[in-house]
């Protein structure tokens, strides 16, 4: 019996291993506005060099005011043209108060960098799809939640 137990408690975390769009849906997941949003909050950067740790430590207190650290995390952008037009639209977004030049700087440099370690591996492509899977079912239950506001 212990056993059986063991078992089917085991089959289930790797089923929501797997296929984390599979998971119930947390009040969180709900809040979701980009399919980003739904993704991991923070990065792995035991490996980067150290400037790219300081302007890690930068990005998030700065990318973390108006919502998820986890949207710029996990968006696709990897170019420094794409990061250089989204950091300059999120500083006017905030009145230009968010960033000096130079810090602005610092974060496209490091979101270019990242992207570079992260973004192009077909891990990431993979947990995308998984994301844009889940961000469907957010949207299903919140139409189903309130059917009148499409
Ligand atoms: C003043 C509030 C504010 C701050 C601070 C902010 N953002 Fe945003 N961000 C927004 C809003 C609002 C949206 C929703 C889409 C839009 O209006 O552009 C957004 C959307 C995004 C998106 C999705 C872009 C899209 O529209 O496709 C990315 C990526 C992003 N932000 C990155 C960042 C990064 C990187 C930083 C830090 C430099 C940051 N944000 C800081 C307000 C902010």
Known sequence: MRRGLFWAVLAAALTSACAPQERPLT????KAQFAWDLGPNTIEIYAYPAD??????LF????SRCHTLARPINAPYASRENWTEYVKKMNK?????????????RIVDFLVF???QRKT???FQAE?????ELFERVKEARAAAAPNQK
């Open 27 to 30: 009040e969180e997941d709900m």
């Open 52 to 57: 790219k740790k300081d302007d890690y430590a």
């Open 60 to 63: 998030r207190s700065r990318c």
């Open 93 to 105: 977004r905030s009145g230009n108060v968010l960033l000096a030049a130079d810090e602005e700087k």
């Open 114 to 116: 990242d992207a570079k």
């Open 121 to 123: 591996k077909p891990e």
């Open 128 to 132: 995308g799809k998984q994301r844009d």
